[in-house]
């Protein structure tokens, strides 16, 4: 009787130890590999706050060098960037230059006399940054953009040519525009940056692993508007770190 009654605590003991067991490592799935879940989390939550301080430090800086301007040249996606965030005036020695329905026609005949105008009011500033945002409006005219910004940078060294993509559309848009063909534009200009060492921001594809909202098919809701500007920024802020690297 005795060896029965043992018999029976040692299973019991068993048993306990054996759903203990089973529930640290249900709670550890659970919490992704980690028994204290509130520890990772807080790590995260340090972690993601770290790395929005570091990318504000490298964007003002990326803005704080007196010697550089910064151009925001574009057509209605920059024109409701603007309404949205005010980028205009968002930081110094930043303006913007954007008109609606417009592509590499108006960009020839009415954005670099604009630019150049600036430009002649801010001589102190010796290097420009042209952010171009274009080719919605004319996505066939690739080539000749192309073409356009070689001339742009072979006879100004002081330009430093920053190239977005074309970002994407509701398929099924009243405009007729597709996202099969802005994919094709948007290769050739990638192509075209690694050819001639012009620098390129893949807003489309940031945009579309993040989600993007618009309002016909075309333009989009403040939202995203705001994402675009922080991919314009942080892309600027890698530029900036890269040369620091290599100086």
Request: glycine share 8%; aromatic share 10%; charged share 30%.
């Amino acid at each position: 009787m005795k060896k029965y009654r043992e018999f029976i605590v040692v299973l019991v003991i068993l048993i306990a130890s054996i759903i203990c067991g089973l529930y640290v490592l249900m709670t550890a799935i659970r919490n992704g590999g980690d028994f204290f879940g509130r520890q990772t989390e807080e790590v995260t939550t340090e972690a993601t706050t770290e790395t929005k301080t570091r990318k504000k430090k490298a964007v003002d800086q990326a803005y704080e060098d007196e010697t550089i301007g910064t151009l925001l040249i574009g057509d209605s996606r920059f024109v409701g960037m603007n309404k949205a965030l005010d980028v205009e005036n968002d930081k110094d020695r930043q303006w913007l230059i954007a008109k609606v329905g417009q592509g590499l026609g108006w960009f020839q005949d009415s954005a670099l006399s604009s630019v150049q105008k600036i430009r002649d009011k801010n001589t102190a500033i010796s290097k420009w940054r042209y952010v171009i945002g274009l080719g919605v409006n004319d996505l066939k005219n690739i080539n000749n953009y192309i073409d356009e910004y070689k001339d742009l940078t072979e006879s100004d060294d002081q330009i430093e040519l920053i190239l977005l993509s074309v970002n994407p559309v509701d398929d099924g848009n009243s405009y007729g525009i597709s996202n099969a063909d802005i994919k094709s534009f948007n290769k050739k200009l990638k192509e075209a940056c690694d050819e001639n060492g012009w620098a390129y921001i893949d807003t489309y594809s940031q945009l579309v692993e993040d989600g993007y909202s618009t309002v016909d098919g075309l333009h989009y809701e403040n939202a995203t508007y705001l994402k675009v500007y922080d991919y314009i920024l942080d892309g600027l802020a890698e530029l900036g770190e890269s040369t620091d690297a290599e100086d």
